[in-house]
T-cell receptor, first 115, second 117 residues
Framework: KAGVTQTPRYLIKTRGQQVTLSCSPI?????VSWYQQTPGQGLQFLFE???????NKGNFPGRFSGRQFSNSRSEMNVSTLELGDSALYLC??????????????FGDGTRLSIL | AQSVAQPEDQVNVAEGNPLTVKCTYS??????LFWYVQYPNRGLQFLLK??????LVKGSYGFEAEFNKSQTSFHLKKPSALVSDSALYFC???????????????FGSGTQLTVLP
């Protein structure tokens, strides 16, 4: 079974631009979560989607948004990029409705660098 | 609010020696606990989880973890460390009954394990 696929793996953008990251969950998984990982802040939760609905949102500004499609694939968008948005963005999927005792399975991330 | 503490940023151990990576947690009600490992330029890889029952949980690659309810701890262990175990390890928690923000998996800050040859 294929794992979680994130594209692209690497991105370089400049301040003020916007970016869209893509995530394809494990087949059959309908819950998708996004995280930002930085050396200083560690792993920070962005949002969670299930059945095309945002179930939960972390403490990030409105420049960060996401969506989920009917095939469970998810995208996240960051507008008006800032230097501080440079990070590894991780997507994770899980079985069932998410939550509970189901582990999350992670993709290898998108490394976003802002110049 | 739920939280996880990994008190050691760095753990060094000699190859062949036992290793322990510490984790304590705080959550309402019974916890679901997880350990993940991250290698450079990769995502997090699931190692094991505790749901209920036996306090000693066995996982992938010879790792195990011991749940201690009274000490609210879930330490990761391995009897004999390998150089290839060198990586970043994360502990995570979620409450048994979770809604709203408590649905999310809460991660510790990570512990860098280095196994010396």
């Amino acid at each position: 079974k294929a794992g979680v696929t994130q594209t692209p793996r690497y991105l370089i953008k400049t301040r003020g631009q916007q970016v869209t990251l893509s995530c394809s969950p494990i087949s059959g998984h309908r819950s998708v979560s996004w995280y930002q990982q930085t050396p200083g802040q560690g792993l920070q939760f962005l949002f969670e989607y299930f059945s095309e609905t945002q179930r939960n949102k972390g403490n990030f500004p409105g420049r960060f948004s996401g969506r989920q499609f009917s095939n469970s694939r998810s995208e996240m968008n960051v507008s008006t990029l800032e230097l501080g948005d440079s990070a590894l963005y991780l997507c994770a999927s899980s079985q069932g409705t998410g939550g509970g005792n189901q582990p999350q399975h992670f993709g290898d991330g998108t490394r976003l660098s802002i110049l | 609010a739920q939280s996880v503490a990994q008190p050691e940023d760095q753990v060094n151990v000699a190859e062949g020696n036992p290793l322990t990576v510490k984790c304590t947690y705080s959550v309402s009600g019974n916890p679901y606990l997880f350990w993940y490992v991250q290698y450079p330029n990769r995502g997090l890889q699931f190692l094991l989880k505790y749901i209920t029952g036996d306090n000693l949980v066995k996982g992938s690659y010879g790792f195990e973890a011991e749940f201690n309810k009274s000490q609210t701890s879930f330490h990761l262990k391995k009897p004999s460390a390998l150089v290839s175990d060198s990586a970043l390890y994360f502990c995570a928690v979620r409450g048994e009954i979770s809604s709203g923000s408590a649905r999310q998996l809460t991660f510790g800050s990570g512990t860098q394990l280095t196994v010396l040859p």
